[in-house]
Each structure stands twice: as structure tokens, then as C-alpha cells.
């Protein structure tokens, strides 16, 4: 009896854990952190804590769902790439109906909490990430070097639902929120592209840019060069003050610096340079918002 008892422990444990993995929570997470500083700083760092809290919760649902739905799109794919051969689906620990479901599910579930919670503008942007997620950029990955340039989008847009929660529109702020995070994900995705090329050229992505190596290290240059400057923008617009903005030079600095050594020779280990670079670019971005936010806020005081 108690041998059967835990095996049908595991057996549960194995299940939650299994749709648990289908959120890819890693990728949810930071979603849902990028629009929870997003919404702090519209505020000038007065965001009330149910607000901040249904921004994050909300945000983090729809993600979730998305992605979840993006394996059950992708399940044939993800059985051919080394790196995704071990998630729930071509494992069959989940089926593709249960995906779909479970997906479906969370999508319009966090759509109706964000349209009940936050309004009809944060849910319209949580709408339209998942429509360019699913109806522009997904299709394109076998097509096009477009699909890059148009994935960055709803990678952005949940700046965008923070930003709107707080201020019930889309202004200049929060236009150069989504324009640091769009612009920061262009070499996130070349450095991985480039890791990953063989295993993407397995299943036809075409998310590197035509013209070989010379041209991938040209647009990651490129776009963190006009990423440092754009990341001004919130000081010049009043959210944050100087010491956020030599601090955005100091990392935006270090993060072209990393590109260029791509730029003079592509290799994985200069493209996993950029890609590190990249995931400690943008942490450290918001760190300093927050950091400044509540400097100007205590200043005020």
C-alpha cells in the first residue's frame, strides 16, 4: 500500500512538474519581472502593491500560456533539435491535446484577469504580443531572417503592459521601454542563433541574417549601439536621473565591447560572450531604473 501511495506521489509530482516545464517558468519569470519594474518606474516608484501585483500575475499567466502553445505549434520541431528533445511533449510525458488545452487555458485566462484588473489597454497589448507571437513570428522562423527582427516585438510589449497599467496609456516613457527591450533582444537572439545554428538548421530557422558571419556581427554591433542611447531616454524624459544614466553608459559600454570582438571574428565562443553579455545587460538595466526610481523618490521626500 505504501509503495502504490508513492509511486502515485511521484507519478502526480512527475505530472505537475511536466506542465510546469511547459511554461518554460525561466522565460515567464523575467517576463513578468520586466513588466513589474516597467509599471515601477510609470509610477515614479508609488505603484500600489495590488496593482504591481495583478500587473505581474496577469503579465506571467498570458506569458505562460503563450509559451506553452508555442510547444504544442512546435512539437514535431522540438523532436528533431538536441536542445529540446528532452521537454514534456517529444518526451510524451504531456500530449499534444493536454498542451493545447493547458495552454489555451492560461492564454485567454490571463487575458480576461489583465483586461479585469488593469483595463482594456494593457489587455489589447497582452492580446497583440500573443498575436505577433503566434500569428507573425512563429511562421516566419522557417521562412525569413524576419522572424528575428519581428519576434523582438512581443518580447518587449509586456514594458509595455507595466507601463499602461500605471499610466492608462502609451507615451513617450513607455515607447522607450519597449525600444530598450526590443533593441537589447537583436543580439540576444544572434549570439544564441549562432550557438545554436546547426541545431536550427536541422529544422529550416532562419533566424541569422543573410551575408555569413560578417553581417550577424555588424547587426548585433549595430543594434547595442543604438541601444545605448536609447536607454538614455529615461532619464531625459525625468524617471531616472544621472547616476542611472553613466551607470546604462557604463554596461551598454561593456556590452558593444563583447560585439565588436564578434565582429572581428565569429566564433561561439566570442557569439557566447555577446549572449552572456546579453543576460547581464538587461538585469542590471532595471536594477539601475529601480535603484534611481527610489533614489529620486526618497530625494523628493
Not at 514594458?159 to 496609456?169: K, P
Amino acid at each position: 500500500m505504501a509503495q502504490a501511495e508513492a509511486q502515485t506521489a511521484n507519478s502526480i509530482r512527475s505530472r505537475l512538474r511536466a506542465y510546469y516545464e511547459l511554461t518554460k517558468p525561466g522565460i515567464t519569470g523575467y517576463v513578468m519581472v520586466t513588466a513589474g519594474v516597467s509599471a515601477f518606474v510609470a509610477s515614479r516608484g508609488q505603484v500600489g502593491l495590488t496593482l504591481a501585483m495583478n500587473t505581474i500575475a496577469g503579465t506571467g499567466i498570458a506569458t505562460a500560456g503563450a509559451l506553452t502553445l508555442n510547444q504544442f505549434v512546435e512539437r514535431e520541431v522540438d523532436t528533431v533539435m538536441h536542445r529540446t528533445q528532452g521537454r514534456p511533449l517529444p518526451t510524451g510525458r504531456v500530449s499534444p491535446m493536454e498542451a493545447l488545452g493547458f495552454g489555451s487555458a492560461l492564454l485567454l485566462g490571463g487575458l480576461v484577469f489583465v483586461a479585469l484588473t488593469l483595463g482594456a489597454l494593457p489587455a489589447a497589448i497582452t492580446a497583440a504580443s500573443g498575436l505577433m507571437y503566434h500569428g507573425v513570428y512563429t511562421p516566419l522562423k522557417t521562412r525569413s531572417y524576419v522572424a528575428t527582427l519581428a519576434g523582438a516585438i512581443p518580447g518587449a510589449l509586456p514594458m509595455l503592459i507595466g507601463w499602461s497599467a500605471v499610466t492608462g496609456s502609451i507615451d513617450l516613457g513607455g515607447l522607450a521601454l519597449f525600444a530598450i527591450g526590443y533593441f537589447w533582444q537583436l543580439p540576444h537572439v544572434l549570439g544564441l542563433a549562432w550557438i545554436l545554428r546547426e541545431d536550427y538548421a536541422r529544422v529550416g530557422f532562419r533566424l541569422l541574417p543573410p551575408g555569413g558571419a560578417r553581417s550577424i556581427g555588424t547587426q548585433m554591433v549595430a543594434s547595442i549601439a543604438v541601444l545605448i542611447p536609447i536607454s538614455w531616454a529615461p532619464t531625459f524624459l525625468g524617471f531616472t536621473a544621472l547616476p542611472y544614466a553613466v551607470g546604462a553608459t557604463v554596461i551598454g559600454g561593456a556590452f558593444l565591447a563583447t560585439a565588436l570582438k564578434a565582429l572581428q571574428e565569429m566564433s561561439d565562443k566570442n557569439a557566447r560572450e555577446v549572449f552572456v553579455a546579453s543576460l547581464l545587460y538587461h538585469p542590471l538595466l532595471l536594477f539601475l531604473m529601480i535603484f534611481d526610481t527610489l533614489r529620486l523618490l526618497m530625494i523628493g521626500d
